[in-house]
């Protein structure tokens, strides 16, 4: 996925509010823009650090420019939670996660479960249904392992219970995790920010869900679903 037109280079003064962040552009104006991710961005807030935005002409938009790259710990993170169900469209339609790119339709965003909507529904006469969840990815605390999630999510955990639903009513379930950096050679959970998402994990690869892990090649002119990586998870179900 290639941007737009070019990021713009800036120095984060602060990211707040969830939504918000102020930065100055390297003429050294400052400016306020949207933050397209609502997570706890844990490690990528650090004041001064170089970051690069996307920049709206015209419309409605409130603020011009919008968050999408943090440099951090060496390499650029992409930040930006309207990103992953694209790119992993594109992974699938290149063969990435090898059986899912054989599925003769694809739908985005359909309802499903308790009043939720599944990320990607895969569809085929042959092979059935394919019910695709898609989580952002982009905490790290070791060199070379991401970990997810970053905070307390039991929007996520109650994902995980719908899919397990899937599996069991006889339909393929697959977790996604799509790894928005370049430093990263294998993924966990992270259990000790939020215990109950691991614990929902654990039961829905025991009630049939796969799970996978990829992870992006990024450079300040695009991002590329690029490499599948380990999960380093017990009783993992992986994608084929």
Do not use: W
């Not at 102020?22 to 306020?32: K, M, N, Q, V």
């Not at 961005?41 to 409130?62: A, F, Q």
């Not at 049939?208 to 892990?213: K, L, M, Q, Y």
Request: glycine letters at 8%.
């Amino acid at each position: 996925m290639k941007f737009d037109s070019p990021l713009i280079p800036a120095t984060l003064v602060r990211r707040y509010k969830r939504f918000l962040f102020d930065a100055h552009l390297e003429s050294g104006e400052a400016i306020t823009g949207s933050c397209p991710n609502t997570g706890s961005m844990l490690g990528l807030t650090t004041p001064g650090s170089n970051i690069h935005l996307t920049e709206h002409e015209g419309g409605t938009r409130k603020y011009r420019h919008a968050l999408e790259l943090v440099e951090a710990d060496g390499t650029l993170v992409g930040i930006n939670t309207g990103r992953p169900n694209r790119l992993v469209e594109e992974a699938i339609a290149n063969g990435l996660l090898g059986s899912l790119g054989t599925y003769q339709i694809l739908k985005r965003e359909q309802k499903y479960g308790v009043n939720s909507r599944i990320d990607i529904l895969l569809e085929d006469p042959s092979l059935g249904m394919a019910y695709v969840e898609v989580k952002n990815v982009h905490f790290r605390r070791a060199p070379g392992l991401a970990e997810f999630p970053d905070s307390v999510t039991s929007r996520g955990a109650k994902h995980l219970e719908e899919l397990g639903d899937m599996a069991e009513a006889g339909h393929r379930a697959i977790m996604v995790y799509l790894i928005q950096r370049n430093d990263i050679d294998r993924l966990k959970i992270c259990r000790d920010l939020d215990p109950a998402y691991a614990t929902a994990f654990d039961r829905a690869m025991k009630r049939g869900v796969e799970a996978c892990a990829i992870r992006c090649k990024i450079t300040p002119n695009q991002i590329l679903a690029d490499t599948m990586v380990s999960i380093e998870e017990p009783g993992v179900n992986s994608v084929n």
